[in-house]
């Protein structure tokens, strides 16, 4: 003990202290709550005296009639930003590695990293004033070219669609900075081989660009895997509404109408917890993923 008060790295482990307290009060402790999956949960009785029902509350959310499409909703949802928010950022920093000026290059990349910054409350007010079936800027440019109004945000067949071009819009320029980054760790010699070889900027692209970010690809997708059952509750929410709960509603919004407008806490607790385990879960598997084709470890 006196040898650890008297090390070096005291003042480090020290510094931990403060961020250590506040992961076990906002964390660890909340995690007692998990109780309330298994109770008739009663505010007014608190966590150990509502009644205990065991299994019943996720015995009554399978016989829902809702729950098999929240839950294909969110695989759906997710698995398509998953997809888009791959290849959008890896097509743009193929595009922008080959801008040649500089000026142009970091004026476009600080432009469409903004996006990143905004919360889905403000992009939610933009994208509703903008796809508007009434006075939208794009159903007003539709009609020049004789396309009816679309009710973007209200019809089932757009919805989707909707919610994975804006999420892409907000995070691509985030994501594209780590292929960036990837690209300058390629051997110049590999493209003046290329060059040599005859091979034209397409080609060096397509042989010695791509293959050279594509560990880095790798490793994106097996760590974004662990995110499957997580559509997007904050953009859902600001942007959904029932006409299109077929094709919108996910797991995060079924628990918020369960659990703060209904009160069924019980209930919500049971859906939460299922899907915290599933995405654990999922998480494992994804780092055992990237560990294996992509040699990512995190210790």
């Not at 307290?21 to 999956?37: D, E, F, Q, R, T």
């Not at 004026?107 to 939610?124: C, D, E, K, M, N």
């Not at 909707?162 to 594209?176: A, I, M, N, P, Q």
């Not at 900027?201 to 790798?218: E, F, K, S």
């Amino acid at each position: 003990m006196q040898k650890f008060l008297r090390s070096e790295r005291l003042p480090l482990h020290l510094m931990l202290l403060p961020s250590l307290a506040i992961l076990a009060v906002y964390s660890y402790w909340p995690m007692a709550g998990i109780v309330i999956a298994f109770e008739k949960y009663i505010p007014t009785k608190g966590l150990f005296g509502s009644p205990w029902v065991g299994w019943r509350n996720f015995e009554y959310l399978f016989n829902l009639p809702d729950t098999q499409r929240v839950f294909m909703n969110t695989l759906m949802i997710a698995s398509m930003k998953i997809v888009a928010g791959l290849i959008v950022p890896i097509v743009v920093a193929l595009l922008l590695n080959e801008i040649r000026k500089t000026m142009f290059k970091r004026t476009f990349q600080t432009l469409v990293y903004l996006p990143h910054f905004l919360s889905w409350v403000i992009l939610g007010g933009i994208l509703i004033d903008l796809l508007s079936p009434t006075n939208g800027l794009v159903n007003q440019t539709l009609g020049l070219f004789g396309v009816q109004p679309i009710f973007f945000l209200g019809d089932n067949n757009w919805f989707r669609f909707v919610l994975v071009s804006s999420d892409v819009w907000k995070e691509f320029g985030f994501s594209t900075i780590v292929y960036l980054a990837a690209l300058t760790g390629i051997n110049p010699t590999l493209y003046e081989a290329a060059s040599i070889d005859g091979a034209n900027r397409l080609r060096q692209a397509w042989h010695v660009t791509l293959p050279g970010i594509m560990p880095i690809a790798i490793l994106m997708v097996t760590l974004s895997i662990g995110n499957v059952l997580n559509a997007g509750f904050d953009q859902i929410f600001n942007l959904y509404s029932t006409p299109v709960y077929e094709s919108g509603d996910i797991i995060d919004t079924l628990v918020y109408r369960l659990g703060i407008l209904q009160a069924q806490y019980g209930l919500a607790t049971a859906v939460g917890l299922l899907k915290s385990t599933v995405s654990l879960i999922m998480i494992a598997c994804s780092y055992f993923l990237a560990y294996r084709f992509a040699n990512y470890r995190i210790f």
